[in-house]
């Protein structure tokens, strides 16, 4: 928490999505171990603006926040009778930590362990990263207890200064003390310390001056003198001879030494950076006895060389010996990158080592820069290294220098060094930036918002790349009468966009190209193989990747794709925003879409891929319809679990739904290219009931159209129906399957008409759903298809059970009978939870939950994965009825927590209309309003019986 709010479980860093769930997170740690109100949590959330439904989120919020924790079964993130508790242990959280290693430096202190009060403080000061939580907004924590800790590190450095003071180590606290000095001028004790580093130093002048700006200040500013330490080292500095520190090595420059001045003018139009700023400043100013070197590395025009000469000209006063600059011409257009040679040469002759001298080998020239640098304080600025190797012979020994490298490889094989990689702007730096490089900002309040929401399109569309940004900027300077929302459509055009973004000697496809040619033109296989990646990228062109889909498109070994995206994240084309998923800036994609002409057998090849694996998570999720599918085989060594089926499933599922429609658009592709893959994904579609599955079939349905395929039409059309059917929308539902039944025949059309006459009968037409019903068990006897037996007599049960429960029960006993004959555990289950219903509407409460209890046990064996949803919720139900409200409501709020990232808006309906009644028996009748009303505000597009129910509640009270 000192610093952004992250959490890491010891090998990555856990994914904690979106601001309310990240509050809920910070307010947890800030209470560690102990309870949390749901008051208190809600307050954090939403303040004075709750929704009624605030519970019911906040539970949604805790089991999301327990997932990203891997804490499913809620041992670290505990319910309390009041709210939760988060428990923690003191060395899983910094804020435990630092205060323990706060009170060790204080003992330390005052027990006079000069040693040991480094050492502590040393441990307190590294944990902290920056302002605490410094992505939360300041309500997030009690303002005092921020401030405590702010207040706790300040008093650290005051003891680590003491420290280094009473050894005889002034010279490198000088620095710092200065800038503290600067950000907190009535601060006292930082100013008699450095008072004495200065007088220590010998420079009695400064340290003079330090005195009087403070006293100046203290009685403008507060009306009172310095206090007694301050006095002190005032009367020190004023004696004729400083206290002897002992020898300084940082003391042996020679006056006639040249001081080089090589930076760059500072890039007018810089903007943001600074925390950035503020880190490479703590580093290259650290005190430490090795040079210090900081590495920012990312990708071509991110803005990596404006931020280093920003940085080093705000740096040039701590560094008095000198500043270099130098080039390393690793990623420059027209230019082969420096020798080592070439580059201590140029660095030499800087410091005024004079022409012909330099030695001829590199390794005596080192050396001899080694020597120059020795007891200096200079600044090296290395532009634009090609990588560690070029970079190693340029750095100094011995401590006061500092190096600053700027490059597209993060170069971690530098020990001991700061590795910052450089992100794209956000977007409210990025349109200043825009503006300030055009030099015109919206002025006219008529036009402000229309203006500023094109500039932030026109910033999305550059991928908030400062390089980019410059040129749109340029271009608008460049015609003052050319609105941003001209420049924004000339963007949209993805293939026109790097075009664009092309302006006298700024190219942003040169500077890409660049680090492609140089992959395509290494000996190295790994690099050859980088290159071929980002082709294949470019080609199949999906929202991510992962090494067995590269794999199988180069066919080559997931290994050695793997090592290929590695490569290009080290290069800087591609980011990998969460382990082992790789994707490109938007520029690189736009790049990489032009490196290969004609892609059709690189996406047939993805497509292949991706049938292999729908093929493998139907036969891992449901081995009956797998084996009914007529999918293709899947080899012993390729089979998957059920968690390993649904893990690739969510990681692949936006790729395969971007594939699809990339292929409905193309000339080539037919229905039966797509339709084999969207069938073989339904089991999957039917546990996790995911958005794009409308999308998908809508998109095989126009292809099998195009193609007269009536086979794709018919499963297309259901697997729409279904779609339709998940969101409470039966009569566009049935509408489809009425399309959908003249296309099939055999089982399958048994089986449509069961799910037809299930539609009508939600939609309250019990005439035509029984006609429908019966008629598909008769066909179904008739075709000896006993899986469709089992259902249409569930079917019918459950349209019978309100007029006769008991002819329901029949029914159903007969659907169980068939599924425990045949194998089909799915028409056990659901035959059991359909008698537990029918009990329930004879009023046996009891005899319901003894069969939602056997449901549940059937279940496990039927799959591990499905959420028995309809089975707990009768459960709850029953449990109501029976007077158990507290156990209903235990069971309604996992139903809830576990369906909250799924689209079944029927099945959360009725699990919140049974919670409505649960909390109505609680004696919360405000509360289960609420409930209901949230509930049917999200069903404005269904016709679900469910809505009629809600109504008449709401309506009863």
């Known amino acids: 928490m000192l610093g952004t709010l992250t959490a890491h479980d010891g090998t990555a860093d856990c994914r904690i999505r979106g601001p309310k769930a990240r509050t809920l997170l910070a307010v947890l740690l800030l209470n560690a171990n102990r309870p949390v109100s749901l008051d208190r949590l809600t307050d954090a959330l939403w303040g004075e603006d709750a929704p009624a439904t605030a519970e019911a989120s906040l539970r949604n919020l805790v089991a999301r926040l327990r997932r990203s924790l891997a804490d499913e079964d809620g041992k670290r993130l505990r319910a309390t009778p009041s709210g939760y508790q988060l428990v923690v242990a003191e060395d899983e959280l910094d804020t435990l ?54 207040e706790s590190r300040l008093q650290a450095l005051e003891w680590r200064f003491d420290a280094e003071l009473r050894q005889g180590r ?237 490059s597209r490889s993060p170069m971690h094989t530098l020990d001991r060094t700061l590795h910052l990689r450089l992100e794209p702007l956000s977007e409210h730096d990025s349109i200043a930036l825009v503006e300030r490089t055009a030099g015109r900002a919206t002025v006219d309040r008529s036009v402000v918002a229309i203006e500023q929401a094109d500039l932030a399109r026109l910033v999305r569309l550059c991928g908030r790349l400062p390089l980019a940004l410059r040129i749109v900027g340029a271009r608008l300077a460049a015609r003052r009468t050319l609105p941003v929302r001209g420049l924004v459509g000339r963007l949209e055009e993805h293939e026109d966009r790097l075009d ?114 729908a093929s493998r998570t139907s036969q891992a999720l449901d081995p009956d319809v797998y084996g009914n599918s007529q999918l293709p085989p899947v080899d012993a060594a390729d089979q998957l679990d059920e968690d390993e089926a649904l893990a690739l499933s969510d990681a692949e599922f936006d790729n395969m739904l971007a594939l699809v429609e990339q292929l409905a658009d193309t000339s080539w592709a037919t229905a039966d290219d797509l339709s084999p893959l969207v069938r073989a994904l339904m089991p999957y ?98 075709d000896e298809d006993i899986r469709s037996e089992a259902i249409a007599l569930s079917a019918l049960g459950n349209l019978v059970e309100d007029e006769d429960p008991r002819l329901a029960l029949d029914h159903h006993r007969r659907s169980v009978e068939i599924g425990q004959r045949c194998g089909f555990g799915f028409a056990v289950y659901t035959g059991l939870v359909n008698m537990g219903f029918a009990h329930l509407r004879l009023d046996d409460p009891a005899e319901a939950l003894r069969h939602f209890v056997l449901a549940a046990e059937t279940h496990q064996s039927v799959t591990t994965q499905d959420p028995n949803i309809e089975g707990w919720r009768g459960r709850a139900e029953a449990l109501r009825r029976l007077g158990r409200p507290e156990e209903a409501l235990a069971i309604i709020h996992d139903l809830l927590a576990r369906t909250a990232s799924q689209q079944n808006h029927v099945s959360t309906g009725m699990i919140e209309q049974t919670y409505g009644l649960i909390l109505r028996d609680l004696s919360r009748p405000a509360e289960a309003r609420a409930v209901w009303e949230s509930t049917l505000s999200r069903f404005r597009t269904a016709d679900h019986k469910v809505v009629a129910e809600l109504r008449e509640l709401l309506a009863t009270g």
């Open 97 to 150: 930590q630092f205060e323990s290693a706060i009170r060790r430096a204080r003992a330390a202190h005052e027990a006079d362990d000069l040693p040991a009060v480094l050492a502590e403080t040393a441990a307190a000061l590294g944990l902290w990263r920056g302002e605490p939580l410094a992505d939360l907004p300041e309500a997030t924590a009690d303002g005092a207890v921020r401030e405590q800790w702010r």
């Open 170 to 406: 002034p010279h490198a606290l000088v620095p710092e003390l200065t800038r503290l000095v600067g950000e907190h001028p009535l601060r006292e004790s930082f100013h008699a310390q450095l008072m004495r580093a200065l007088h220590l130093t010998g420079d009695r002048a400064r340290a003079l001056t330090v005195h009087q700006r403070l006293r100046t200040a203290l009685v403008e500013e507060l009306g009172v003198e310095p206090g007694s330490a301050v006095q002190e080292a005032h009367r020190r500095v004023l004696a004729e001879h400083p206290a002897a520190p002992g020898p300084d090595p940082t003391a042996a420059v020679t006056a006639d030494r040249p001081r080089p001045s090589q930076l760059p003018a500072s890039a007018s139009h810089f903007v943001g950076r600074q925390e950035q700023l503020d880190a490479l400043r703590r580093t290259l100013l650290a005190d430490s006895d090795r040079p210090a070197v900081a590495v920012v590395s990312g990708m071509a025009g991110v803005g990596k060389s404006a931020l280093a000469v920003r940085c080093a000209d705000a740096l040039r006063p701590d560094f008095p010996d000198g500043q270099l600059f130098l080039n390393l011409r690793g990623a420059t257009p027209g230019l082969t990158p420096l020798s080592a040679h070439a580059a201590l040469t140029a660095l030499l002759h800087g410091l005024g080592t004079p022409p012909g001298t330099v030695p001829a080998d590199a390794d005596s020239a080192a050396a001899l820069l080694r020597t120059t640098l020795t007891g200096t304080r200079t600044l090296l600025v290395l532009d634009d290294a090609a990588d560690a190797a070029q970079v190693r012979p340029l750095l100094p020994a011995g401590p006061g220098c500092a190096v600053l490298v700027t």
């Open 500 to 613: 664009e973004l092309e302006l006298d000697d700024l190219s942003i496809r040169r500077s890409l190209a660049l680090t492609y040619d140089s992959l395509r033109a290494s000996t190295r296989r790994p690099d050859l193989r980088a290159a071929d990646a980002l082709a294949a990228i470019g080609a199949i062109d999906l929202p991510d990747y992962s090494a067995p889909l590269l794999a199988a498109v180069l066919r080559i070994t997931p290994a050695q794709a793997g090592a290929a995206l590695d490569r290009l994240v080290e290069v800087a084309l591609l980011d990998e925003p969460r382990p082992d998923r790789y994707s490109p800036h938007d520029l690189v994609r736009d790049y990489a879409r032009e490196l290969v002409p004609d892609p059709e057998a690189h996406v047939r090849a993805a497509l292949e891929w991706y049938f292999s694996l």
């Open 685 to 782: 579609l039917r546990i996790c009931e995911r958005t794009g599955s409308f999308r998908m079939n809508e998109l095989v349905h126009h292809l099998a159209l195009r193609d007269g395929n009536r086979t794709a039409q018919a499963f297309a059309l259901n697997g729409m129906a279904h779609a339709h059917y998940l969101a409470g929308r039966n009569l566009l539902a049935l509408e489809l399957l009425d399309q959908c039944l003249p296309l099939t025949d055999g089982h399958q059309r048994g089986r449509m008409q069961n799910n037809r006459g299930m539609l009508l009968a939600n939609l309250g037409r019990t005439e035509e759903a029984a006609r429908c019903l019966e008629e598909a068990l008769a066909r179904s006897i008739r």
